[in-house]
């Protein structure tokens, strides 16, 4: 499906500030709305549902915005009002440790960066939002309009390789799971880890480069024909009873320390990922385990 492309609410109440932004942003194409009442924007069009609208998919608020404001809004964990699809929240803080207050009280906070800021950080780290608004937003679509066979069978067994074999079969075994808009992000979210930091060995420390210089899908591609990466194959096993849903993924990978990524911790709190695996635990499964190497991962699901 052809989707309008996100557009930008910046929640920023200095105006040399706010301009400075939407003049870098606008440059890089992308479309930005300014306001002092986030929900008004978020509830009136953020679903896109007003004809020729593309939705909200980021939201860029300063750590100087009202917090009278904020916490009345849907902005905040505890909030009233629930948008239909999670949005991704980068925090803007003149704070030297690039540390804000926001950042705990923030429904789905992504990133901080700090003010004044670098443009081709800030463009980076938009870019990496919009992105992850996007894979959320085409696998909920899929669960949407796709039917399956699969919630025909008790078992079965899967071999993939890269993103788009990830994302078909997510959407396609996630059709048998309930709370199933919650368990595709976890799903999406293991199957994702296990072809770029299993089979294609790409580093948290990698990754995090080449997502500051928008090179992540083009290394992806890369290793994906390069030996010893392109023979590799995540296998998914499947299995369904009466109590509960099991999923065991495995990749060809050497493993890593899984340990560190079951919570979010202070190495990943001002990253714009490394989150996966802690959201899956907390969202989407009863019961996460890895086996000792880290290739190896049993998710849950009570039922």
């Known amino acids: 499906m052809d989707f309008g492309e996100p557009r930008i609410l910046l929640l920023e109440p200095n105006d040399a500030t706010r301009q400075e932004i939407e003049q870098t942003l606008i440059g890089k194409n992308f479309e ?9 924007i ?3 069009d953020a679903g896109g549902d007003v004809e020729d609208t593309s939705p909200i998919g980021l939201i860029l608020v300063s750590d100087e915005f009202s917090r009278d404001i904020l916490f009345a809004s849907s902005l905040v964990l505890g909030a009233t009002r629930l948008l239909p699809q999670q949005i991704p929240v980068v925090v803007m803080t003149e704070a030297l440790d690039r540390k804000s207050p926001l950042e705990m009280v923030i429904n789905n906070w992504f990133h901080t960066i700090q003010k004044p800021f670098d443009p081709e950080i800030l463009c980076s780290v938009v870019c990496a939002a919009i992105n992850q608004f ?3 937003r085409e696998l909920l679509h899929q669960l949407e309009t796709r039917s399956s066979a699969i919630g025909l069978i008790t078992a079965g067994t899967f071999e993939l390789r890269d ?5 078909n079969l997510t959407t396609m075994l996630t059709l048998a ?3 199933s808009d919650q368990v595709v992000i976890g ?15 790409i580093g948290f420390r990698l990754k995090s480069e080449l997502l500051e210089t928008g090179r992540l899908l083009e290394e992806i591609e890369e ?16 299995s369904r009873t009466e109590k509960e849903i099991v999923f065991i993924i495995q990749d060809e990978g050497a493993g890593f320390n899984w340990r560190k990524y079951l919570a979010i911790d202070e190495d990943r709190l001002n990253s714009s990922h490394g989150r996966g695996i802690a959201l899956a635990k907390m969202m989407a499964f ?11 991962v049993t998710a849950r699901l009570t039922l």
Do not use: K, M, W
């Open 32 to 40: 930005i709305i300014s306001s002092f009442a986030p929900d008004e």
């Open 42 to 44: 978020l509830f009136t």
């Open 134 to 136: 996007n894979h959320v």
């Open 163 to 167: 993103l788009d074999e990830a994302r």
């Open 177 to 179: 799971c309930p709370r």
């Open 187 to 201: 799903l999406s979210e293991l199957l994702q880890n296990a072809i770029e930091h299993g089979n294609l060995e």
């Open 223 to 238: 290793r994906l024909g390069q030996a010893p990466y392109r023979e590799r194959l995540v296998r998914v096993n499947f």
């Open 286 to 296: 009863t019961e996460l385990n890895y086996n000792g190497l880290g290739n190896r």
